[in-house]
């Protein structure tokens, strides 16, 4: 039973499972350095970034991400331009310095390896770190996994029999729910929508105004990469130079409504929906393969579409509402908390079905919530969402999370919104069910093979040649 604000984490790009794991646990290696008294004795640290970090890691900045956590930097709080100017300083240099006063030796090229060779067996995502004296003697060696959306994990809570964590949290939160059946029968019980079932959830966290403010900001920080990425040019970093485009499409959409205007004709064509989810979304996708600061929904390589879809239908010419953007974020969060228990939203595990296809679930349930639906026809437009996303392959082109990701969000808005009207205007019980959807997407996922699933060694990656 996790938060909403677990689901919905502020960091910076180009990966929540790449960039943002191991940042994370760069810094939790550090603390516990310094938790053990040994930051005195520490001469080196070497970090090997295993399986799927091993394959994709530089292309997702991996490398750049634990670095900076080995130096304390931490994903919600840091800035995109001081995160660059630290990585360089700790490449030129040679050395990392985890807190004031101390310097440990860190050469890039030998003490940084990328081994793809290594398949984990508890996750694909798998970091060791190892901090040695100056006899190279190990003085401390920890094995992380960076399990999707920015969740790490050690290997004793990968192992951890998951009946054995439901006790405490059965205790803590008031109405606890581990399928979606689940969730709609306590809807029923309580007469009340998903949203307010997690608002009740969330004030075992925390205040109610803490929870509001929380949601407020994970939007704020939403709209503002939505913003950056409608006003950035150029080309993205990481040599396939794929050239942003949101910007000029933004453009060539407010001349059209300012010359639709002028000659009193229709601003609004039905087809312009795309075209403003689209935009939305490679907007954020844009920002996020530039490593610019995004909110995992539920991971970075989705990042889009959620913010696309609150954007367009809960955002109007007067400002936001409120109201809706809570209801929808609450929303969304309770399908995510499904597929994170369930399954999983990692994409070295599950393929794209687990990152956009999730994404999309999320943002059909959520949106079928704020026009009004009931909690079965949210769990139906979040069941659509899904279902027709299943197989989806991740297989990032230069293991950059360019192609074909980017488009790949602005495909999943909109499917997104048709799965939620195809709910609403349903007129009969469906007969697939959103936990018989998720099942099948992690049985997809555990027999779809490796290369499809975040190594770059299959599908777009290896067919589509740089020139």
């Known amino acids: 039973m996790l938060s909403v604000l677990d689901i919905f984490k502020i960091g910076l790009g180009p990966s929540s499972s790449h960039s943002v794991g191991p940042m994370r646990i760069g810094k939790r290696f550090v603390d516990a350095i310094c938790e053990r008294d040994l930051l005195n004795r520490v001469c080196r640290i070497t970090v090997d970034l295993n399986g799927s970090l091993g394959a994709t890691g530089l ?58 060779e290594i398949i984990p067996t508890l996750h694909p995502n798998e970091v060791l770190l190892s901090a040695r004296d100056a006899d190279n003697i190990i003085l401390l060696q920890e094995t992380w996994y960076s399990v999707g959306g920015g969740f790490i994990a050690t290997a004793q809570q990968l192992e951890k029999p998951a009946e054995n964590d439901l006790i405490g949290l059965k205790q803590r939160a008031p109405h606890p729910f581990f399928s979606a059946n689940e969730l709609l029968r306590k809807c029923k019980m309580l007469n009340v929508s998903i949203a307010e079932l997690m608002l009740l959830n969330e004030d075992s966290f925390r205040s109610r105004e803490a929870t509001e403010q929380g949601l407020d900001r994970i939007w704020q920080v939403m709209s503002e990469c939505i913003d950056r990425g409608l006003s950035q040019t150029g080309c993205l970093p990481g040599g396939l130079e794929v050239d942003r ?197 992690r049985q997809t996922g555990l027999d779809m093979s490796r290369k499809y699933k975040e190594t770059s060694e299959g599908g777009l990656a290896v067919n589509v040649i740089e020139c």
């Open 59 to 116: 292309g997702h900045g991996s490398d750049k991400a634990i670095m900076l956590g080995l130096i304390g930097f931490e994903p919600e709080t840091a800035d995109p331009d001081e995160a660059e100017q630290a990585y360089q300083r700790i490449r030129n240099a040679g050395q990392l310095t985890p807190r004031a006063g101390s310097k440990i030796n860190f050469n890039y090229d030998t003490d940084l390896r990328l081994r793809p």
């Open 245 to 441: 485009r949101a910007a000029g499409l933004y453009q060539k959409l407010q001349e059209d409504a300012r010359k639709a205007k002028l000659d009193q004709t229709p601003a609004q064509e039905p087809e312009l929906l795309f075209d403003w989810l689209n935009v939305y979304a490679m907007a954020v996708n844009e920002e996020n393969a530039a490593g610019g600061r995004v909110v995992t929904a539920p991971t970075n390589g989705a990042a889009g579409i959620i913010p696309s879809v609150i954007r367009h239908y809960c955002v109007s010419a007067n400002g936001s509402t409120q109201e809706a953007i809570r209801t929808f974020l609450l929303s969304a969060g309770g399908i995510g908390m499904l597929y994170k228990q369930r399954a999983s939203i990692s994409g070295a595990e599950m393929g794209c079905q687990g990152e956009v296809g999730v994404a999309c679930s999320m943002a059909a349930g959520a949106l079928a919530a704020v026009w009004g639906g009931t909690p079965a026809q949210v769990e139906h437009a979040a069941e659509i969402g899904m279902e027709h996303n299943l197989g989806l392959t991740c297989d990032p082109v230069g293991g950059l999370v360019q192609i074909p990701c980017i488009e790949r969000n602005a495909m999943g808005a909109v499917k997104a919104v048709n799965a939620a009207r195809l709910a609403l205007r349903a007129a009969h019980t469906h007969k697939v069910q959103l936990d018989q959807v998720i099942e099948t997407m």
